[in-house]
């Protein structure tokens, strides 16, 4: 099953785009401020989140359009198609609308029918960051192998919200409602916590078979930010009510998990690393998930202007990782020059002022 065509409604700069008749490799060209990423966005999108830039609803919208805007993909096999659609109605442009078929979906279930990645130059400074933004990436990352993770991740979020709304109280809240809410915690985040070790763990065994170059081979860790399991989970914030109550926020569970990455070749810290350095890992990552992706379900991989930033020898090796991974890759560019290793492979399209044009 592949992604063969993606239409763009009134999305950003696009006001009505199709492609269709994708392939393995598929190049979007063009300008800058064509609108190349916003079609990446727009792919993004088919997936439970914000989307590869993180944006408002509301600022996905066409600037002259009627406050809507709508992303329809459709999934082919042998057996038929799935159309997969997500927007905004022009009166509601602050809730997310998901179908499945024509049916209305939740937006969590789209991980049920993709695994999309991304990779885009705003990520690289992900290591330089603070922790909630390699969080954010280390759960994109396990999303495309379990996409259960989507819905543990909610139910966790939605109860350790309200036990910090209690922890903030005036009033010294009924313990019953802190206990209700611990066992939830618990339960969801010690299976997201799980699911983060896991993915960590398959990705440090991937990374490790990788040779040293010509991408810098990154050494994983993650730190948990509390027991993984969930009746430990349960009992070390029910001991630290105390303690969070001073805070008013809870300083225990699976919103304080860490990812750290050090370059293994020097055992030097990423954040420490070189610009060019951490960029290279980065894409080691990318390209070792990308390696981890189920064939039962399509993998989208989304490349944001990588190619232009590598040498000829690195572009190459690029290419052939690409090649071996079970994703379907979209990759941007300014030009076709970086591409020519895969030209002959790929669909190409040039983006101008919001339009695209069929090149091959």
């Known amino acids: 099953m592949t992604l063969d065509r993606l239409l763009l409604t009134r999305f950003r700069n696009h006001r009505e785009t199709l492609l ?3 392939a393995r490799f598929n190049l979007l060209v063009g300008e800058n401020g064509a609108g190349k990423t916003n079609v990446l966005e727009a792919l ?11 944006a408002a609803l509301p600022d996905m919208a066409a600037k002259d359009g009627t406050g809507g ?13 799935i159309r997969l659609g997500t927007g905004t109605a022009p009166d509601r442009p602050g809730r997310r609308l998901v179908q499945v078929n024509g049916a209305e979906a939740a937006a969590n279930s789209l991980s049920e029918w993709l695994a999309i990645g991304w990779l885009t130059p705003a990520m690289d400074r992900l290591f330089a960051e603070g922790p909630s933004a390699r969080r954010r990436f280390l759960d994109r990352l396990v999303l495309a192998l379990e996409p259960g993770h989507a819905r543990n991740s909610a139910r ?18 009924d313990p019953s409602w802190f206990t209700a809410l611990e066992a939830q915690i618990a339960e969801a985040g010690a299976l997201v916590a799980q699911a983060r070790a896991r993915l960590v763990e398959r990705l440090s065994s991937a990374l490790e078979e990788l040779p040293e170059a010509p991408f810098a081979r990154p050494a994983l860790t993650y730190i948990p930010g509390g027991p993984l399991t969930a009746d430990t989970l349960a009992q070390a914030l029910a001991d630290g009510r105390r303690r969070d109550r001073a805070a008013q926020r809870s300083l225990i569970g699976p919103h304080r998990d860490e990812l750290t990455v050090t370059m293994a070749g020097k055992d030097q810290p990423a ?4 610009t060019g350095e951490q960029k290279a890992m980065l894409i080691a990552i990318t390209l070792a998930h990308a390696g981890l992706l189920a064939p039962e379900r399509p993998g989208l991989l989304l490349l944001d202007e990588v190619a232009a930033h590598l040498d000829p020898l690195r572009r190459e090796a690029l290419f052939e990782r690409l090649r071996s991974c079970g994703a379907q890759v979209w990759l941007t560019g300014t030009e076709l020059a970086p591409f020519s290793g895969i030209e002959q492979e790929a669909a190409v399209w040039r983006v101008s002022d919001g339009a695209v044009e069929r090149l091959n």
Do not use: M, Y
């Open 20 to 22: 269709q008749g994708t």
């Open 44 to 54: 993004s999108l088919l997936a439970p989140g914000r989307g590869l830039r993180r």
């Open 69 to 81: 805007f709508a992303v329809s993909a459709d999934l082919a096999n042998d057996a038929g198609a």
């Open 156 to 173: 966790f979020d939605n109860a350790l919200r309200e036990r910090n709304r209690l922890l903030g109280a005036e009033v010294e809240p």
């Open 271 to 274: 954040a420490d690393c070189s």
